[in-house]
């Protein structure tokens, strides 16, 4: 503890998890710790998830700051911005900044987050090649954006998408490359990826599946990107969106238990029990985590037990994602994968480009994907989260919230036959009553 008995809490890492677990912390336990935080940006904690319409023009940095300079202030929280923790020392409890500042700890947590992907190939280096994780990349490609450069993004998942987008509104032309048969192959399965697809083009930005680059192509800086079968696109900048890769470096040097992510029990404690590991940087049950409500999860996990609370523990359970490109809706719960224990209810409008998907295991409804029509995907999602038996429901699932059955079991008004979906994976192809 500090001079005034407060515990002294480090916190490397500035991002949405650990702010999000210190609003939650200092309503639960306010005044028990003297809070010090080391930050690699030089600036305050602010909301990543909408650099998207920051890129677009649609927002400026300071709609989407979290905690401002007064925050800080307010409660007494000392931040080091602009300072990069180089090591920790776990005999002595301390961690040492670039800049010099050695800061002692009684309870340390490592938000250290994630480094995009950047694929080694020829010319990965070149000055022009960018990626899209934090407000440093959105500056440098609004300064290489203007109407009628050429822009190409490696990578068609959720990131490399609002990339496209966001410079596609700046009056670039845009290219996407993607490695797999289709978009956001980790989210969608092949039907959603390909109307996807269709979406993304529709809206000026072109798309190519199957793409594997070869070479940046260019001297002194970026022309173009190279595919394996010889194909040339030109680009005047080259943005990476190939994924994700948590940053272990500093915990791997401290001697903490490493895997893919920094490994921590259900506690969120690592290998040294002073130490907890929190957001993209964290590896548990074996899993590691990109999307922003598993993340906060653990983060309101990890105050309650900064707050004593020695019954909290995080465990990991079905995320969501939805799409934030204007003008298409796309969402996605749960776990989708075919397999024999398997059954399906599909539903594909293609006059009005709906396609919906749920994926049932026995009485339990486990995965969704929605496209076009994504209003009951928070429904949906609820339900895999619960476990709910769907029994009484089934016939009716695919259609939503309005149409599921209620305790007294009020007569459907059914939609019109031409919308009634399939169903695959049961004894016989049937259409509804």
Same mark, same amino acid.
């Given at each position: 503890? /500090?001079?005034?008995?407060? #515990? ?6 500035? &991002? ?10 200092? $309503? ?15 600036? *305050?904690?602010? =909301? ?21 300079? =007064? ?24 961690? #040492? ?39 440093? =990349? ?36 845009? #290219? ?40 940046? #192509? &260019? ?28 940053? *272990? ?17 259900? =506690? ?17 049950? &074996?899993?590691?985590? &990109?999307?922003? $409500? ?59 480009? *709906? ?15 929605? %496209? ?9 999602? /609820? ?42 994976? %049961? ?7």
């Amino acid at each position: 503890m /500090d001079a005034t008995g407060l #515990t002294r809490l480090v916190i490397v890492g500035n &991002g949405m998890a650990p702010g999000r677990a210190l609003d939650h912390l200092l $309503a639960l336990a306010p005044g028990r710790h003297a809070i010090t935080i080391f930050n690699a940006e030089p600036r *305050v904690n602010y =909301d990543r998830i909408q650099l998207s319409p920051l890129l677009a023009g649609e927002k400026r940095f300071a709609d989407i700051v979290i905690h401002d300079e =007064d925050w800080y202030a307010r409660h007494a929280i000392t931040l080091h911005r602009g300072e990069r923790v180089v090591a920790i020392d776990r005999a002595a409890r301390t961690v #040492t900044g670039a800049n010099g500042t050695v800061a002692p700890y009684d309870t340390l947590i490592l938000a250290t987050g994630s480094s995009p992907v950047i694929i080694p190939v020829p010319g990965h280096a070149l000055p022009g090649v960018l990626t899209y994780r934090d407000l440093d =990349d959105v500056e440098a490609m609004l300064a290489a954006a203007r109407p009628g450069a050429r822009a190409v993004v490696i990578g068609g998942g959720l990131l490399g998408l609002e990339a496209a987008a966001g410079l596609a509104a700046r009056g670039m032309a845009v #290219t996407v490359l993607h490695l797999m048969p289709h978009l956001m192959e980790r989210q969608l399965d092949p039907a959603a990826g390909t109307l996807l697809k269709a979406a993304v083009e529709a809206r000026g930005i072109q798309v190519r599946c199957g793409a594997d680059t070869a070479a940046i #192509t &260019g001297e002194t800086r970026v022309t173009g990107v190279r595919l394996s079968d010889g194909s040339q696109y030109p680009a005047d900048i080259v943005v990476m969106a190939a994924g994700i890769r948590p940053n *272990v470096a500093l915990a791997r040097a401290a001697g903490l238990v490493v895997s893919r992510g920094i490994v921590a029990g259900p =506690d969120l404690r690592t290998s040294d029990p002073d130490i907890c590991a929190l957001g993209e940087c964290a590896e548990c049950a &074996g899993q590691i985590f &990109g999307l922003v $409500a598993p993340l906060y999860d653990m983060a309101q996990v990890l105050a309650r037990r900064l707050a004593g609370d020695a019954r909290a523990v995080f465990s990991p359970t079905a995320t969501a994602t939805r799409l934030k490109v204007s003008g298409v809706d796309l969402y996605s719960a749960g776990d989708f994968a075919e397999g024999n224990d398997r059954q399906e209810i599909v539903l594909h409008d293609r006059a009005r480009s *709906v396609y919906k998907r749920l994926v049932l295991k026995g009485d339990r409804l486990i995965g969704a994907v929605l %496209f076009g029509d994504t209003a009951d995907g928070p429904w949906f999602f /609820d339900r895999i989260r619960s476990g709910a038996a769907i029994a009484d429901g089934r016939d009716t699932l695919i259609f939503g919230r309005d149409f599921a059955p209620s305790p007294a079991g009020p007569e459907l008004d059914l939609p019109a036959p031409g919308l009634l979906p399939t169903l695959t994976g %049961f004894p016989s192809t049937r259409a509804l009553p």
